[in-house]
């Protein structure tokens, strides 16, 4: 695939998001300037370190939502993960570092996954081969599965046999029977592995997802693998089969190489929640490992080596986005050092009735579109009217400006009400049609509304 320019990037994200056109254009550069730099001669390339971003902005405005399709689109190893997951080194749960090793079992996975899709076609020929063993039964002397002979020189007569020896010519048409799908509903019984590590759900549960891997690694080989026959049907068979062939012909070796390397050259990883670990009062209570977790961050961001189980990892290039909505606390509560560290700083803004208007009905996921969507499923056909989806628009504005500004999740919350009714006896109305209009949105809502109490509640 070739890389995205910052043009074509932004598009993408406008097939999802609206607005925010600041954001976007930040995250298109970095994840361009990406490319760039792998393009630069390599005794340069090691100095341009990656401008890190931070995403400021209300909630419900976008800034997760701008990462996710980011990642979509990202053709490196990408991590979303929330700063308030972590705590300082010493204490239990997450240390901050765990997130590189997140970010290099992803890699891994996504390598392994790409060397799959290459040895697919080879590991499904294997498979073939080894059901028509399973099919045809064998003598004595085993056939190589991979030989194809003549129908004449496998008829040679064996004495004394009480089952003939199966031809070539047998074994080409139940290959042809096979590709064919007139097997598909034949079962045979395949012997499955599966490792069965006791206790591990124990570790696990204390928090220290490191220790879960580890001990999955020390055991690994200490308890046998146990193998359980199952029966399958053929096509099924075929594909278990072709897995099992796929991991013997992938060099995992090399696939753990190249892993390291492209997390280091290009992993991206976005700091959900950035000011969730911001604050200056650290005197007391949950707040003590905020800046602490803030000084763990620091050599992460700034580049640093982490141990993984891949080996080591250099962080120096890895690019880090964060976001955060910075209510209580502003960008200047996070510790200087690490302020400095995010040079790049864009506003998302908060959201206008206008902008609702289109959140409803342009992206490729809208909320208008997911309902007609579930509701055709019960063969029912819901379509909005304009004055509607300018009734619904108009509500959530108002709503957000008299309870709490929650921005697009209100869509949401009134979608829901807007549609409980319909929701609720779509199954005795098929082959209906459901039309919603303005008259129809404020029926619905217009009560909800003048109760102050009732619109905290319910919307
Ligand atoms: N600009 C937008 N365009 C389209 N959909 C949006 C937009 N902003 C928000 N949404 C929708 O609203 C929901 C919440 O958005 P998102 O998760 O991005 O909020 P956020 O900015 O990360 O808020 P928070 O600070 O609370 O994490 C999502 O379902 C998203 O699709
Ligand atoms: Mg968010």
Redesign the pocket.
Same mark, same amino acid.
């Given at each position: 695939m070739k890389p995205l320019s910052p043009r074509e990037i932004v598009a993408e994200l406008d097939k999802? !998001? !609206? $607005?925010?056109n600041n954001a976007k254009r930040a995250v298109a550069i970095a994840l361009r300037n990406r490319w760039r730099r792998q393009q630069v001669a390599e005794d340069l390339r090691d100095e341009i370190a990656p401008k890190n971003i931070i995403m400021i902005?209300p909630? $419900?405005?976008?800034?997760?939502?701008i990462a996710r399709r980011l990642a979509k689109l990202a053709q490196s190893p990408f991590l979303k993960i929330e700063a308030s997951k972590f705590t300082e080194v010493g204490y239990v749960g997450r240390d901050v570092e765990s997130m590189i090793r997140d970010l290099t079992e992803l890699a891994v996975n996504q390598i392994k996954a790409e060397e799959a899709e290459k040895v697919k076609a080879k590991a499904l020929e294997i498979a073939e081969e080894r059901i028509l063993d399973m099919l045809i039964p064998q003598t004595p002397q085993r056939r190589q599965p991979a030989q194809k002979k003549t129908a004449d020189d496998a008829e040679v007569p064996e004495p004394a046999q009480q089952e003939p020896q199966p031809s070539a010519s047998t074994r080409e048409k139940m290959r042809q029977w096979l590709r064919d799908g007139k097997l598909d509903e034949k079962e045979i019984e395949l012997e499955t592995t599966q490792q069965n590590i006791p206790m591990v759900e124990i570790f696990s549960a204390s928090g220290i997802e490191e220790m879960d891997i580890n001990i999955k690694d020390m055991f690994g080989n200490i308890f046998p693998k146990k193998t359980r026959k199952r029966k399958v049907k053929i096509p099924e068979a075929l594909q278990i089969i072709a897995r099992e062939e796929a991991q013997k012909l992938i060099d995992m070796d090399m696939v753990t190489k190249l892993a390291v390397e492209r997390v280091e050259q290009s992993g991206i990883i976005f700091l959900?929640e950035i000011d969730k670990i911001a604050s200056r009062d650290q005197s007391h209570g949950p707040d003590v490992s905020r800046e602490g977790v803030q000084r763990d961050l620091l050599p992460i961001v700034e580049g640093s080596t982490v141990t993984t189980k891949y080996g080591m990892v250099k962080t120096d290039h890895i690019l880090f986005i964060a976001s955060g909505?910075f209510y209580v606390s502003k960008p200047s509560d996070l510790i200087p050092e690490l302020q400095g560290r995010f040079p790049i700083r864009v506003e998302l803004s908060s959201?206008t009735k206008e902008?609702f208007i289109r !959140?409803l009905t342009e992206?490729q996921n809208a909320l208008l579109k997911q309902n007609i969507a579930l509701m055709a499923t019960e063969d029912i056909k819901l379509t909005f009217k304009d004055d509607a989806v300018e009734k619904i628009a108009e509500i959530a504005t108002s709503v957000n400006e008299r309870t709490e500004n929650i $921005?697009?999740?209100r869509l949401h919350t009134i979608m829901e009400k807007l549609l409980e009714d319909y929701s609720f006896e779509a199954p005795e109305m098929k082959g209906k049609k459901i039309v919603i209009d303005a008259q129809y949105v404020a029926q619905k809502m217009d009560g909800l509304l003048k109760d102050e109490d009732l619109s905290r509640y319910i919307l």
């Open positions: 999802f !998001i !609206i $607005g925010q902005g909630t $419900g405005v976008g800034k997760t939502e959900d909505a959201l902008d !959140i992206p $921005g697009a999740r």
